[in-house]
């Protein structure tokens, strides 16, 4: 009982201090940016995550994040959804001048285009250049709605894009091992796209959890769909998955220097889950991905004032593995 | 085959729509009355060789009359750049209540009349019974199995308690178009709702739309 007892108060000691580990160049005048996906629950677990992103951003000062979609769970967003679900988790981001750039998930009212703490222009899919010479492009999409229209102007806009890097980032994953799997529909409309115009890196949320695909005809994808919502257990392991963890509550800090995307994957421990690096060779496509995912041993939660959030309901509907 | 089918029913479409001039991203220049049905003359001039155009031009034609009206509406209380989410809120239910007044008369059929909605059926059989018919109703379920569930009125709000439900994408390519100011969503897994975006309210519905 003894043992139990150091062990736990060993962990609970060293988490914190193995916590913001940074691991990415953190390079001056590198293109430095965070990535969360599903955050809309205004639960304690966001406001953990929301946490960490503060601390780790001491150390790692972005100035920008992508939201993935599903920014407001639990009804369509009425204003005080937007202060609990969104202002008041990143308040110390926001008053910071982080600027967030969102994708609508299927949770979304498309209204949120019009509120300015998402930076889309009354926007339902945009792009934008964090700076002028920065050498990226990002790409929302709103794959709730990819109606031909959208896909028209996504080409349009791959085309007369000049940057070498071009990332895209929606709610629904192509590429995924969870209960809703690779969205096949989505994935034959848009592939052909990156591989054209040589998008090189895609962010994508909608399942729980965080999974690292293998490179995908020269497009890394990643899904981070647990800022806020986790499903336990969700990942069903395909020749897909280069790594995955759903055990925990996760965000990605992101790092682009040159020909190289770095990338860290925490969680709302602090704990670093994965990390590595996205080469893209001169023609822009992907030439391979080295990463460093760890099982995270479990670490007790935090007190939180808040009761955790219910577990999530039973899987009904796992598709078949691909 | 699925894109043989949508291949040719989108060849037919188009030739349809071009011939008639009705499939645009602008309907602001549309009539401000209530919109008459294609008349026998306009349909055999349209596209003598292609039945479905005419019923497109029908549709297209309500459609305007319907986006004329929102649109003059949402021009008397633009939303400002740096809206708070309260006023996006706020304009959101006064858009809405306005197009309540001016269409309290609105019920099914209106803009989905019979012959759009069993055309639009046709159009989204291949996706819903074809080979790609387990990816569509994959693409339909939400998470952990919820989908919306919405009791369809005319007028009424898409409640803020359902998700709002992912339209296929191979369902949106077999489509007609629609302007940025409404869409398509489905609810139940398998009513077609044509939604203001702006207004979140229910313009019409096809129920059983997919079968």
Redesign the interface.
């Known amino acids: 009982m003894r043992r139990v007892l150091l062990s736990i108060l060993l962990l609970a000691l060293t988490g914190p201090l193995a916590a913001q580990e940074l691991k990415l160049p953190n390079k001056d005048g590198s293109v430095k940016f965070a990535v969360v996906g599903d955050t809309g629950t205004g639960g304690s677990d966001q406001y953990a995550v929301g946490k960490q992103i503060v601390n780790f951003r001491a150390k790692f000062p972005f100035d920008f994040a992508i939201m993935l979609g599903d920014n407001m769970y639990?009804?369509?967003?009425?204003?005080k959804?937007?202060?609990k679900k969104f202002e008041t988790p990143y308040k110390p981001l926001l008053d910071a001048k982080v600027k967030f750039y969102a994708a609508l998930g299927?949770?979304?009212?498309?209204?949120q285009r019009?509120?300015?703490g998402f930076n889309m222009n009354?926007e339902?899919y945009y792009s934008f250049k964090p700076s002028l010479n920065a050498g990226v492009r990002f790409f929302a999409l709103d794959?709730?709605?990819?109606?031909?229209?959208q896909l028209e102007w996504f080409e349009k806009e791959l085309a007369a894009s000049g940057s070498d890097w071009k990332i895209a980032f929606f709610h629904?994953p192509p590429y995924a091992s969870g209960?809703?799997?690779s969205?096949?529909?989505?994935k034959?409309?848009l592939e052909p796209l990156f591989i054209k115009y040589g998008v090189n890196v895609v962010f994508t949320g909608h399942e729980h959890f965080y999974e690292r695909i293998k490179p995908q005809k020269g497009v890394q994808y990643f899904v981070e769909g647990s800022s806020a919502k986790l499903r336990k257990g969700d990942i069903n392991p395909t020749g897909l998955t280069a790594f995955g963890y759903d055990s925990g509550y996760t965000f990605m800090l992101a790092e682009i220097v040159g020909d190289e995307l770095f990338f860290q994957t925490v969680t709302a421990q602090a704990q670093t889950i994965d990390s590595g690096v996205v080469k893209k060779g001169t023609d822009n496509r992907v030439v391979g991905t080295a990463g460093q995912g760890t099982a995270a041993k479990p670490v007790p939660a935090a007190p939180s004032a808040k009761p955790a959030a219910p577990p999530?309901?039973?899987?009904?509907?796992r598709?078949t593995p691909k | 085959m699925t894109e043989l089918i949508r291949s040719v029913l989108a060849l037919t479409l188009a030739a349809g729509m071009s011939g008639c001039g009705m499939l645009r991203?602008d309907t602001a220049k549309g009539t401000d009355t209530v919109p008459e049905p294609v008349s026998a003359e306009q349909k055999a001039t349209a596209a003598p060789s292609n039945p479905d155009s005419a019923i497109v031009e029908d549709f297209n034609a309500r459609l305007d009359n319907y986006v004329k009206k929102q649109r003059a509406l949402l021009k008397d209380s633009p939303?400002a750049?740096?809206?708070?989410?309260?006023q996006?809120?706020a304009r959101?239910d006064t858009l809405a209540a306005e197009l309540r007044v001016i269409r309290k008369n609105a019920k099914q059929g209106d803009i989905f009349t019979p012959q759009v909605a069993e055309l639009f059926k046709r159009l989204m059989s291949p996706e819903v019974k074809g080979p790609?018919a387990k990816?569509?109703k994959?693409?339909l379920?939400?998470?952990?199995?919820e989908t919306a569930k919405v009791n369809l009125v005319v007028n009424a709000p898409?409640p803020?308690?359902e998700?709002?439900?992912?339209?296929?994408?191979?369902i949106?390519?077999n489509l007609p178009?629609?302007p940025?100011d409404v869409?398509y969503r489905i609810s139940n897994k398998r009513h077609l709702v044509l939604r203001d975006?702006?207004a979140?309210i229910i313009v019409d519905f096809i129920y059983n739309a997919i079968r």
């Open positions: 639990g009804g369509q967003g009425g204003p959804d937007f202060a299927n949770h979304d009212n498309p209204n019009s509120y300015t009354g339902r794959s709730n709605y990819m109606d031909p229209k629904h209960m809703h799997g969205d096949e529909i989505l034959g409309q999530s309901k039973p899987n009904t509907q598709p | 991203q939303v750049e740096d809206a708070t989410p309260a996006i809120k959101q790609d990816e569509t994959q693409a379920s939400e998470e952990d199995g898409w803020t308690s998700p709002l439900t992912t339209t296929p994408a191979n949106l390519a178009q629609l940025m869409e975006v702006d979140n």
